[in-house]
């Protein structure tokens, strides 16, 4: 499935859906996704690797028009990619067809693993980029940062494993998007989820297959965990991604079926390259 830039209104706001995939898939890509205002483009993860420049070039979305991107954590699933989105970008730079600077915001703690994979893996004409068109920009625990015309709200999802953020926005419609990350719901979290119009949850399988799959050893929930929590906190609209791919091409459909039983909103559960009018 190909889209084309041209065949959306850049005058609404786009989720755009690159990957929803856990780490181990080979059916999608990895769980990342892009953010579309007629300002520009924010993107949200890379994925595991250069696939992502494919995704980014299916989804129609010019490499020029993404000035900020967000790292939530340093699972590989999601910060291999930004290797090559440093070289992609670099090489625009060098080239002159960038302009401005590409701002990548995460938690402190990952600048310098960052940095040091750029440095294992770039050249240094790219790597040299750093601290002058490409920034790394540090985020605390509530913090708000400005970004595609966004006030941007960093929230650490009090993570089991890998320190990780999630983040909160209101739209240019006055609706709330908030991503909650790729692991289940923390209470100290509430203040960031409830009443959301737009959640943004992980869901690693259906709770039927929980013991084929065992999200719970993971640090994952199910389709039916996400839909009640999302029942739960007033939730309007409900994405649901992370997941597995054993059964990917009935995905939808299942995963829809068993979420209804326990979720009366609106609920999406996207293939890769989908575009969501938010």
């Not at 980029?129 to 015309?149: A, R, S, T, W, Y």
């Not at 709330?176 to 289940?184: I, Q």
């Not at 389709?223 to 906190?233: F, I, N, R, S, W």
Request: hydrophobic share 35%.
């Amino acid at each position: 499935m190909e889209i084309k830039e041209t065949e959306r209104v850049f005058s609404l706001e786009n989720l755009i859906v690159l990957g929803t995939g856990n780490a181990m898939v080979t059916k999608c890509y990895n769980t990342c996704f892009a953010l579309e205002n007629e300002g520009g483009v924010l993107l949200v993860d890379a994925g595991g690797g250069n696939r992502i420049l494919a995704q980014l070039e299916a989804a129609g979305i010019q490499t020029e028009r993404i000035h900020h991107m967000i790292v939530t954590h340093e699972h590989c699933d999601h910060i291999l990619g930004v290797v090559w989105m440093v070289r992609k970008i670099g090489t625009m730079i060098k080239n002159g067809k960038y302009e401005g600077e590409f701002r990548i915001y995460c938690h402190a703690g990952l600048i310098e693993p960052i940095k040091a994979m750029c440095g294992f893996t770039l050249q240094k004409k790219f790597t040299n980029l750093f601290d002058d068109k490409i920034l790394l920009v540090p985020v605390d625990d509530g913090e708000c940062q400005q970004m595609l015309g966004y006030a941007v709200t960093f929230f650490d999802i009090h993570s089991t494993k890998a320190k990780q953020y999630g983040f909160t926005l209101p739209l240019h419609s006055g609706k709330v998007l908030t991503c909650m990350g790729d692991e289940p719901y923390n209470p100290l979290c509430e203040r960031y989820i409830k009443n959301s119009d737009w959640l943004l949850s992980e869901a690693f399988c259906l709770y039927e297959d929980r013991d084929r799959f065992k999200p719970y050893e993971k640090h994952h929930s199910t389709v039916k965990d996400a839909c009640e929590l999302a029942t739960q906190l007033g939730v309007a609209n409900l994405v649901l991604w992370h997941t597995e791919d054993k059964n990917y091409e009935r995905r939808k459909e299942l995963y829809t079926a068993e979420g209804r039983a326990y979720y009366k909103g609106n609920l999406l559960v996207p293939y890769d390259l989908e575009v969501i009018s938010l």
